[in-house]
């Protein structure tokens, strides 16, 4: 079985300041996905951001950016110039690559950004 | 908003009595997984449809929950003599299996059992 495991519950940040939440995770999986998944206060889940696991490069996409270590199992967010509207919880998730792809995810950080 | 429905927003019910959900996901979705999300927690695993064939329940899923997805629609969840640790935010996960960039949550169903 995965798990998933975030470290910080809460986090803050100065606006337009930069913010990086922690992930680990433990699988016996080769092939996988992760994913940081935002979920503002009262509001939908939405995806951030998704990382193959096959793939050297960490993903961008344009304010985030992830830190992949494939052999240390680390799976951390980077927010640059953070804005209000980045307050939120953040879930790491995991998901293998075939069958049943369930998303298995971790307890979440808060994000504050302090105006 | 991200194409997937979901319906009642919020329930509030008594102990002991039925209550079910539905979920209406995106129309070329063929996969569709619910979740419960507890207070300060991250959402966990219920139940996946490929279509409608319901191909996993999560131990999580006592026999007090049935879920059904007729003709690989709308889906519903139903639960049986609620008790007050059912209480959660119930979410449904719209997905289509040939790309991974195309996994859409609804917005829940928060379910208080008093």
């Known amino acids: 079985a995965q798990t998933v495991t975030q470290s910080q519950p809460e986090m803050s940040v100065q606006e337009a300041e930069t913010v990086t939440l922690s992930c680990t995770y433990d699988t016996s999986e080769s092939d996988y996905y992760l994913f940081w998944y935002k979920q503002p206060p009262s509001r939908q889940m939405i995806l951030v951001i998704r990382q193959e696991a096959y793939k050297q490069q960490n993903a961008t996409e344009n304010r985030f950016s992830v830190n992949f270590q494939k052999a240390a199992k680390s799976f951390s967010l980077k927010i640059s110039d953070s804005q209000l509207g980045d307050a939120a919880m953040y879930f790491c998730?995991?998901?293998?690559?075939?069958?049943?792809?369930?998303?298995?995810f971790g307890t979440g950080t808060r994000l504050t950004i302090i105006p | 908003d991200t194409g997937v429905s979901q319906d009642p927003r919020h329930k509030i019910t008594k102990r002991g009595q039925n209550v079910t959900f539905r979920c209406d996901p995106i129309s070329e979705h063929n996969r569709l997984y619910w979740y419960r999300q507890t207070l300060g927690q991250g959402p966990e695993f219920l139940t996946y449809f490929q279509n409608e064939a319901q191909l996993e329940k999560s131990r999580l899923l006592s026999d007090r929950f049935s879920a059904e997805r007729p003709k690989g629609s709308f889906s519903t969840l139903e639960i049986q003599r609620t008790e007050q640790g059912d209480s959660a935010m119930y979410l449904c996960?719209?997905?289509?299996?040939?790309?991974?960039?195309?996994?859409?949550f609804g917005p829940g169903t928060r379910l208080t059992v008093l």
């Open positions: 996960l719209s997905d289509r299996s040939s790309s991974y960039n195309e996994q859409f």
């Open positions: 998730a995991f998901r293998r690559d075939f069958g049943n792809e369930k998303l298995t």
